[in-house]
Nanobody, 126 residues
Framework: QVQFQESGGGVVKSGESLTVSCTAS????????GGWFRQVPGKEREGVSC????????YYADAAKGRFTISRDSAKNTVDLQMNRLKVADPSVYSC???????????????????WGPGIQVPVAS
C-alpha cells in the first residue's frame, strides 16, 4: 500500500525559512508527479507548487514564485518544498499529494490528485 507523509513542520518566525518534505513508503516518488498544497484550517486548499514525474518540470502559484522552491531528492525518496521569507499571512497547513501524471495546467488543482499525506502544521509567528 502506497502512503505519503509530510515532515519538517513547526513554528517559524516571520521572514524565516523552512523546508518540508513529502516521503513515500511503498513506492518510488520519482515515478509520480507531486504537488504541495496549503490551507487555512476550515478553508479550501490552495495549490503552491508541483513537480512532474520524469523530467522534473516545476510550476508555482503566483504566491509562491520567488519564495518557494520544489525539488525531488531521489536518494531520500522525497519531494521537498523549501519556503523562504515566510509570512504571518501564509496558510499554516501544508499537504503533499501525488498522481501518476498530470498536465501542468492542472497541477495546482487538488481534485486531480489521487493520494494525499495527512498534512503538517507550519504556523508563522510575528
Amino acid at each position: 500500500q502506497v502512503q505519503f507523509q509530510e515532515s519538517g513542520g513547526g513554528v517559524v518566525k516571520s521572514g524565516e525559512s523552512l523546508t518540508v518534505s513529502c516521503t513515500a513508503s511503498g513506492s518510488t516518488l520519482a515515478y509520480w508527479s507531486g504537488g504541495w498544497f496549503r490551507q487555512v484550517p476550515g478553508k479550501e486548499r490552495e495549490g503552491v507548487s508541483c513537480i512532474s514525474a520524469g523530467n522534473g518540470e516545476t510550476y508555482y502559484a503566483d504566491a509562491a514564485k520567488g519564495r518557494f522552491t520544489i525539488s525531488r531528492d531521489s536518494a531520500k525518496n522525497t519531494v521537498d518544498l523549501q519556503m523562504n521569507r515566510l509570512k504571518v499571512a501564509d496558510p499554516s497547513v501544508y499537504s503533499c499529494a501525488t498522481v501518476a501524471a498530470i498536465a501542468q495546467s492542472r497541477c495546482l488543482l487538488p481534485s486531480w490528485y489521487d493520494y494525499w499525506g495527512p498534512g503538517i502544521q507550519v504556523p508563522v509567528a510575528s
